[in-house]
């Protein structure tokens, strides 16, 4: 049994910086790629982040590149997120996703191709 669990999420003014933590269990978590979604009220999930399986590659949506930063520590089953310079476009409920489906690459954007899914952490972005 795969459990995701995220952490590091809460309310920061526009500008400033949060990093988000989700925690693996269950599974040889070395050898999953690992994303990062995110959902705002009214809206459909939507891509932020991928890293493959060993950590050395990674793929961002535009709308984060060069303000956010996915990164992967093997030993201690944990994929992180962290986030500069946000905006409150930035406010949504932040999800962290294990995938099978191609593992050795980074570019995988779909939420289809995530097997497991953790319950999500609020970020919220004051102007």
């Known amino acids: 049994q795969v459990q995701l669990v995220e952490s590091g999420g809460g309310l920061v003014q526009t500008g400033g910086s949060l990093r988000l933590s989700c925690a693996a269990s269950?599974?040889?978590?070395?050898?999953?790629?690992m994303g990062w979604f995110r959902q705002a009220p009214g809206k459909e999930r939507e891509f932020v982040a991928s890293i493959n399986w060993s950590g050395d590659r990674t793929f961002y949506a535009d709308s984060v590149m060069g303000r956010f930063t996915v990164s992967k520590d093997n030993a201690k089953d944990t994929v992180y997120l962290q986030m500069n310079s946000l905006k409150p476009e930035d406010t949504a409920v932040y999800f962290c996703?294990?995938?099978?489906?191609?593992?050795?690459?980074?570019?995988?954007?779909?939420?289809?191709?995530?097997?497991?899914w953790g319950q999500g952490t609020q970020v919220t972005v004051s102007s």
């Open positions: 996703a294990m995938r099978t489906f191609r593992p050795a690459l980074a570019n995988v954007v779909l939420p289809s191709q995530y097997a497991y």
């Open positions: 269950g599974r040889t978590f070395s050898t999953y790629g």
